[in-house]
């Protein structure tokens, strides 16, 4: 079912290029190296009759062909295409290829191709090889921009089957070497020759081919760039790791067993198409953010490493993410997290200049973790290029927060939590402390000038100074994040706090201030629900019917308005989730804790009114807001819950942003969804030392199951059967797990399993 | 004290230096790139009275040098120098410079120069830059071999005070950049004049000078190679980072905080010479091996990164060095466990050249992991070129093993054991197995054809093939890597061990066998001894008396013999201690226990007979042997403890070696001469959850106290005074510290201590 959509087996395809792309993402300095890697997978063929001269060159666009189709093994990680041509004699072959980029060799993709001839004798010629003549065309708006990024290519040819193409990065001058090695497997083909040109280097072999016997021929190509570690040269090294690499069968049996593995580790069962559609999002993050990513210095990017789209750039998705890698790849979180503390100088950096202290964390990164936003961005309704102020959206560095945050408390890593997760959790708290001013006439602290989550308002309307203040997204998480930097600083290690303030030349009267503003920020209300920023609540209401009716998709309403001469600034109008934000980032008992530090009351009337009025103000214009408003939904037990929940599970599927996701899936909203399950549906928190579970299953979703692995657990087995939980803890010689299932907690010994009955609600 | 020979500038002037090299250290292949760094310290200055023509370029070189002192200031780790010059007409003019490679900031340097006039006015002409023409002469019988590694050179200038250089090493393709800063910190300077040349990119600035008013120019260097993450360019990175440095007095006080924290950290107290030296050593153990290695992909050079000898090259030294770093920078062996990770496969892989199964680990190591030691070497007393057996000290993967397990001892980071550690250990652990043959007559398992850590027995007398059978040290460590391996597979949570089982296509007959051979390995004895290795017993008796007499130094009676027409293979005699190396590697129960389990008596009689023995047989031919002695005979209360100990202090302070120690500091032996304090004389082990303790203060070091770091518990203080041991863990939320000591156990909670006598020995 999940063959056939050209995207899919065009990401899968990418895999290779993703590898590549995951070595250098955000090398780019002002986009500019926002690579393609060299294409590993040109292989074309022709028949070759006994009796008659070859025919044209064959591949699955060619009118020959009269027969395809293509199949993803999520489980296995292989794409298989199958092709039948006919020529204009009656001849018919037919052509079975299957990829892999491999799982358990990150430096290895292989391909294999079995042709069979069906009544004809002769012969295939096949030309395999590697082509540097790559452009990045794969975002129809970028046209105008530079499309090529590669330069310095050098080719050439090891005996006795191997062919190879280096060349460097434009800008960020990263050498990139791929080694491709065709054979016949039977053995070494005595015919294949190489033929090299300045941008590709191919093998031409002619096989055999008589019918009932078909023939085979392995492709196998190996990638290195110049940042990987523990190498020669990218070049020789790549030529050594084809000339050494095992063959197809047993390169496909380790690259099953990896995913196997992978698989496993992040078990989701989920029944009927929701599930598919599942385990097709797990198969895009564990292929973007495998194993391998640990060993890398890359952040989350947005659209994965799928497409071009936002050129690599990393901006928050990393918070739909991390907390469910943290249950499964714990070192992957761990890698991301060391990702955003190498560029902590950058965001102190950029924090001074704007006249503030500690870190602010760039809205759009790149490499070197300065802020790369565009100052300027068109509207292709109106024409017109208009001031970008999403750059304001300083509310990144609580997501980072929050996620050092989770990731200690999920993975029990204090030795992190306590060094680089302290650094940039202080920094970012101390960000947060500089940015409030105190408000006498409130008597409140105040952020000013911010974009929250919501982009469609980025100002007053007619206001000289972008951004709003008091976004209660920003403020309430901020607040947060100064709870966590107090808590922090208590339980560090005496002697070692004592150090981490010098070095961080960090006064003892800071953290009191933190302790004072995490207590006294502002959240603005209005007709008694929390407003999503001050004057909200003034803004005109929308005429969302008659905009609906007039546009259809209104998803892109600040598009529209500004095309009529109007501003969304104007209009109590979201592109997506704002305030909503807080309940998906927190449990309700946590979000009701920290409005009560604030002094503010946030009793179950209060969030649920705040519900139901931004959700009719809302257009949804993020792949990421109807997962969130499932989340909160599904919380405060909303029948439309699952509404959203497939509106999430469909975005790329169906692609219902129309277009978008052949420019890359949405990695954020991918994640998210199966955090929906795993931690939305469940109730799941890891906090105090324990686990904590309070399902909220959908009528649509009410049974279902995830492994996780926490702390030195692996492989926890949780599964929810509508009114029953079962939680399993494989045996150990740890010590037992606490359990806080709503107002009961119990320990289960590992190597134990519990089944609870759950109340109905 | 410590100020005034050569090679001790030498080392910290090569501080930065050292920080490129642990970039690119090991990148080398067959050696060709032992990159010395573009020079960042050339700075001369001259005389330009008011009144007369400028006088030569001046440096402490100069004939005009009339005074001259230089100070290593270890706490703050600056180099000060002071020199006063008086050119012909009487003018004289001090110049006190002083320089830090920063230990906060990894890629700034800083020099201060200040000069001061005395009674002439006028002006000092400064010309400072950097210096791209660099060799590697340091190590004069390499002086035959390439030594030029740069190539591609770029300079330029920067307004208003920047001047920039970049290269590229040549094989490994390291892209270098070096920008330098030079002003008067009173205000930029007007007169700043680029100079820029093919290799070298300097600044010549004039400074009025009066009687009574010193004036002071300030040059701030940065330093960023392809290989750093988080970066734009080598080249703007570098120009971006002097642009933005703070002043100097700002940069001295942030990486002298920097050195206390590292001090405070890996506290020595030990009083007198001794601790001067210890300090010294620790000085160097952490500019080599700083928090900062913790962000590289390096491994432990044997000669530091101070000089050029062994080309860089990695041996086993990080076995004198992470027993050492676990207790103080986890995080540092950690990394340096991770670089021996990532050459897993290349290990893998010469163990399958070599028809076994599991890692084999190089005896020389560089870039990227596969065997580098050298197939001839020179003996230059002969002036023959003598077959090298050296690469069969596969005793080195044992090492790795200890450290494997010391590491997550001492650290409690599980999460690294049981992945890529147990990969590590398991791997080793099966190399072991398949090396091991039955014999049958014996009734035992034999690894035959290697060499142990005395060089000197590469084989025997008049055999075909090197090697030796049987080597005590490598059986008996190859069986405790067996039974850890063993330990491990039975802790391991089980899901994950049957994926990681799965993942290295371990059968569950593998295991089996382990515990076969670590209970029934051959360990040899003759006389009532453990024998080095099979046949040792039946060797030559040397005339030592004989040799000392004819030749004095017989350190390296190898060449002494081979000159002679002789071999060292004939007797019993041994470069190092080889035997003896396992009462360093394990305290006396543990090994008494390793004996136990293969079958045989290792009672204290027979140890104290084996440490007499081999004794008396010993050349000391290597830096670590005093070392070793020292430790042992601690151990066995022997009053001669101490003149090794002595020896090991001054090896490199008196270059004992006769000229070694400017080719290079000997780490592992510095690092082991604080270990050797740390462990050696407190007993301290981390082994089964809990501190063992077992001091055996020598009379001459008898009143110590360190500082150790044992998993979350930082800074836990240690204080031995002869007869009596305190020991204090600080406050923290941590659980309380269990402490065995000889046959008292306690726990301590943080925020207490505890002071017990010692019964007299």
């Not at 039948?84 to 358990?104: F, I, K, P, S």
């Not at 090299?196 to 019918?211: C, D, E, K, M």
């Not at 909200?536 to 609906?548: K, N, P, S, T, V």
Request: with cysteine; hydrophobic share 40%.
């Amino acid at each position: 079912m999940l063959a056939g959509p050209v995207h899919y087996p065009g990401t899968y395809a990418a895999g290779c290029y993703n590898r590549l792309l995951s070595t250098v993402a955000g090398r780019s300095v002002e986009n500019e190296d926002m690579v393609n890697l060299p294409n590993w997978l040109p292989l074309r063929y022709r028949i070759c009759p006994a009796d008659a001269a070859p025919g044209p060159w064959l591949s699955p666009d060619h009118p020959y062909l009269t027969e395809h189709r293509q199949t993803l093994d999520l489980r296995h990680g292989t794409l298989t295409r199958w092709s039948v041509y006919e020529d204009e004699a009656g001849r018919r072959l037919t052509v079975e290829q299957c990829r892999l980029v491999h799982m358990g060799e990150p430096h290895l993709a292989a391909l294999r191709t079995c042709f069979a001839s069906d009544g004809w004798t002769g012969a295939v010629e096949v030309e395999s090889g590697i082509d540097g003549a790559v452009r990045n065309a794969g975002v129809a708006r970028y046209r105008g921009l530079a499309d090529q990024h590669l330069t310095g290519w050098e080719t050439g040819a090891e005996q006795p089957d191997a062919v190879w193409l280096s060349c460097r990065t434009l800008d960020s001058d990263i050498r990139i070497a791929l080694a491709a090695r065709t054979r016949v497997p039977a053995g070494h083909n005595g015919v294949a020759r190489p033929q090299l040109s300045a941008l590709r280097a191919f093998h031409t072999l002619v096989v055999p081919l008589v019918p009932g016997s078909p023939a085979v021929v392995d492709k196998t190509v190996a990638l290195y760039t110049s940042r990987d570690p523990a190498i020669e040269s990218p070049r020789h090294t790549a030529v050594d790791a084809v000339a050494l690499a095992p063959h197809f069968r047993q390169l496909r049996a380790a690259h099953r067993r990896a995913w196997e593995n992978l698989w496993r580790q992040a078990k989701l069962e989920v029944p009927g198409e929701s599930g598919r559609i599942l385990r097709l999002h797990l198969f895009h993050v564990l292929q973007t953010l495998s194993p391998h990513t640990a060993e890398l210095d890359v952040g989350v990017p947005a659209r994965g490493l799928h497409g071009e789209a936002y050129r690599g750039h990393v901006f928050w998705d990393e918070l739909f993410v991390l907390p469910f890698l943290n249950l499964h790849l714990p070192q992957v979180s761990r890698a991301l997290l060391d990702y955003r503390y190498r560029r902590l100088p950058a965001a102190c950096h950029a924090a001074r200049e704007a006249g503030r202290t500690g870190a602010m964390y760039p809205w759009q990164s790149a490499g070197d973790g300065r802020e790369e936003t565009q100052q300027l961005h068109l509207n292709p309704r109106s024409g017109r290029w208009l001031p970008d102020h999403s750059r304001l959206q300083h509310h990144v560095g609580s997501a980072i927060a929050y996620n050092v945050w989770q990731y200690g408390q999920a993975s029990g890593d204090t030795e992190f939590l306590h060094t680089r997760g302290a650094e940039m959790l202080l920094e970012i708290a101390r960000f947060w402390s500089a940015a409030a001013d105190w408000d006498a006439s409130l008597g409140r602290y105040r952020i000013r000038g911010v974009v929250g989550p919501d982009e469609y308002h980025d100002g007053y309307p007619d206001a000289a100074e972008p951004g709003v203040d008091d976004n209660a997204y920003t403020n309430v998480t901020a607040a947060w994040v100064l709870m966590r930097a107090l808590d922090l600083c208590r339980t560090l290690p005496e002697p070692h706090q004592r150090q981490l303030f010098e070095q961080l030349q960090l006064a003892p009267e800071e953290p009191e201030r933190w302790e004072d503003v995490a207590h006294r920020l502002h959240v603005p209300y209005h007709r008694g629900v929390i407003s999503q920023f001050a004057g909200y609540g003034e803004l005109a209401e929308l005429d969302w019917h008659g905009y609906r009716q007039r546009y259809g998709d209104i998803r892109r309403l600040d598009r529209i308005l500004e095309a009529e001469g109007d501003t969304v600034n104007r209009y109590q109008a979201s592109k997506q989730a704002d305030v909503l934000m807080l309940g998906y980032l927190f449990a309700p008992s946590e979000l009701a804790s920290v409005f009560r530090r604030l002094g503010y009351p946030l009793d179950e009337e209060t969030w649920h009114a705040t519900v139901d009025y931004y959700l009719h103000r809302t257009s949804h214009g993020s792949t990421l807001s109807a997962l969130v408003h499932a989340w909160v939904l599904a919380r405060v037990h909303r029948p439309d819950a699952w509404t959203y929940c497939e509106e999430a599970l469909t975005g790329d599927v169906a692609d219902v942003q129309g277009g978008t996701t052949a420019e890359g899936i949405h990695l954020g909203a991918m994640a998210g969804t199966l955090d929906f399950v795993q931690r939305g549906m469940t109730g799941l928190e890891t906090r105090d030392q324990a686990l904590w579970l309070d399902p909220a299953p959908l009528r649509e979703l009410s049974k279902f199951g995830v492994r996780i692995r926490y702390r030195r657990h692996w492989d926890i087995d949780l599964r929810i059967r509508a009114e029953q939980v079962r939680i399993a803890v494989p045996a150990s010689e740890n010590a037992a797990v606490r359990v806080n299932l709503r107002d009961r907690s119990f320990s289960l010994v590992p190597g134990t399993s519990r089944r609870l009955d759950l109340p109905g609600d």
